[in-house]
């Protein structure tokens, strides 16, 4: 596990299993493949892009695949990630 704290970074970050406290993400490609969850206390995210990898970004597609209306599963859909149920 990667601790980071007071700092400022940029450029490719890789997320996974990491910690960041009081961090500047600025001008950062963050990237997250399906590992342990990050964790993040007081930090700014300023000009950043945020990309999924592997095991991430199937995990996303399956769930968008399910958000329609149309296929029956959005109900299933916000079991999964009541947070976002408008």
């Known amino acids: 596990m990667a601790v980071h704290k007071d700092k400022t970074l940029s ?3 890789d ?3 990491g910690v960041f406290e009081n961090i ?4 950062a490609q963050l990237f997250y493949s399906g590992g342990t969850p990050p964790q993040f206390v ?3 995210f300023n000009t950043v892009a945020f990309e999924l ?3 991430a970004h199937r995990t996303l597609g399956f769930l968008r695949s399910m ?6 599963m959005r109900e ?4 999964l990630v009541p947070e976002i149920k408008p």
Do not use: K, M
């Not at 500047?24 to 001008?27: A, R």
């Not at 958000?67 to 029956?72: L, R, S, V």
């Not at 299933?76 to 079991?79: A, H, K, L, N, S």
């Open 11 to 13: 450029g490719p970050v």
């Open 15 to 17: 997320l996974d299993a």
């Open 24 to 27: 500047v993400f600025e001008n």
């Open 42 to 44: 007081n930090c700014a």
């Open 53 to 55: 990898r592997g095991p």
């Open 67 to 72: 958000a329609p209306e149309e296929t029956g």
């Open 76 to 79: 299933v859909f916000y079991g």
